[in-house]
């Protein structure tokens, strides 16, 4: 818990807990992160997890907040995990938590019992389509967010997902998309590149920012796409950036494509808006996708950028006016939305612009707190001023 600051005039303060995995990196990991800068002082807030661990923990301490951890230990099925959700009740009602609100599935099946048990209000964040999960797992998480006092989803997709298929009442759902710090990030893109990128020879380059840990992310579409411009006669590099265990199995298909001088696996960095100002365009060709940061943040370097027609990716993206949309798994098209940004420089830097003007317009962090701020007021019963 952070040093409490005293509420302003008027204010009420409610007692608001974060509650995620963990903190390695990722994008939820970061809009709670932004969530604890950016919340008005009035609030008395705390932060679990179930695993005090990632390389986000030192950015956290630094805010001030030292996490509880609950730890699952394994297996949702082992009894640790009703010692948990009771130890989790009493800690709700020892520290006087008025609303707590939970970011991910496996949280979630603490949280919720642990707050009707307690008589906490609870919020459940739904930030994807529930793509990773089988039947009995998506059952499971559309029961638990029926139970909730509030869900917040950062997609309209995501929104009637949740209505529509799992049954939440529409008047119990709020789409808040994420939030991106402009100044943060440009000042991050002009801080220039932190490791070098390879060489090449000044061709135009296509900049891909996903995990390499699950399929859905369709790296493969990509190569496929590289390989489609190349026997047209065009080059465009590709920098992907990000790694897991599929990565050794990408880079054998680029090999067998004979991609491999064109696609540049970069592994995990840490200086990607650089790494924007590097590019031509972006690129996300997932198969499913939640809200992405990849997208919002090549969306805010003023790149035009290629995604696929799932999820929350038409959010963000107008067909011909913020980017191109293609259908996902299909890398001819994807070669052909390549081909129209490399074939007309003038309307791709429209569409660049128009996408930095949306994002400043549409995606702020200031945007994204004080939506969250006055969701939290409402479900937890407060009047802030």
Not at 27 to 37: C, M, S, Y
Not at 126 to 133: E, K, S, V
Not at 197 to 218: F, Q
Not at 219 to 247: C, I, N, S, Y
Request: glycine fraction near 8%; include cysteine; hydrophobic fraction near 45%.
């Amino acid at each position: 818990m952070r040093p409490e600051k005293a509420a302003g005039q008027g204010e009420k303060p409610i007692r608001l807990m974060q509650f995620t995995r963990s903190f390695h990196i990722g994008g939820t990991e970061v809009q709670v992160l932004e969530l604890l800068r950016g919340l008005p002082q009035s609030y008395r807030l705390q932060v679990s997890v179930l695993q005090d661990a990632g390389p986000l923990v030192g950015t956290l301490r630094d805010l001030g907040f030292k996490p509880e951890e609950f730890p699952l230990n394994g297996s949702l099925m082992r009894p640790n995990t009703a010692w948990q959700i009771l130890r989790l009740a009493r800690w709700f009602k020892q520290q006087r938590i008025s609303l707590v609100h939970v970011h991910d599935f496996y949280s979630t099946m603490l949280v919720v019992p642990a707050a009707k048990l307690a008589g906490t209000k609870v919020i459940v964040g739904r930030l994807d389509l529930a793509h990773w999960h089988g039947p009995a797992k998506r059952a499971v998480h559309a029961g638990f967010s029926r139970l909730a006092d509030h869900v917040v989803a950062n997609a309209e997709a995501i929104r009637r997902m949740l209505v529509e298929e799992e049954g939440v009442p529409a008047s119990r759902v709020s789409v808040i998309h994420n939030g991106l710090d402009l100044p943060r990030f440009d000042a991050r893109m002009q801080e220039g590149l932190l490791q070098p990128v390879p060489e090449t020879g000044g061709a135009p380059v296509v900049l891909h920012v996903a995990n390499m840990n699950h399929p859905v992310k369709r790296q493969e579409d990509l190569l496929q796409a590289l390989r489609l411009l190349r026997q047209e006669g065009l080059t465009l590099h590709a920098f992907l950036v990000g790694d897991g265990p599929r990565r050794a199995d990408l880079e054998k298909q680029a090999a067998e494509m004979g991609v491999s001088d064109i696609a540049h696996f970069l592994g995990h960095r840490i200086d990607v808006p650089a790494l924007y100002a590097r590019a031509t365009m972006g690129v996300l060709c997932s198969s499913a996708e939640g809200m992405s940061n990849a997208v919002m943040e090549g969306m805010a370097a003023g790149l035009p950028m290629v995604v696929t027609s799932v999820g929350a990716n038409t959010d963000l993206i107008v067909d011909g006016e913020r980017g191109l949309v293609v259908p996902p798994e299909d890398p001819a098209r994807l070669c052909q939305a390549f081909r129209r940004i490399l074939s007309d420089p003038g309307h791709a830097q429209q569409m660049g612009k128009a996408a930095r003007a949306f994002v400043q317009k549409e995606l702020s962090l200031e945007r994204m707190v004080q939506r969250h701020h006055a969701l939290y007021q409402s479900v937890a019963g407060s009047s802030l001023n």
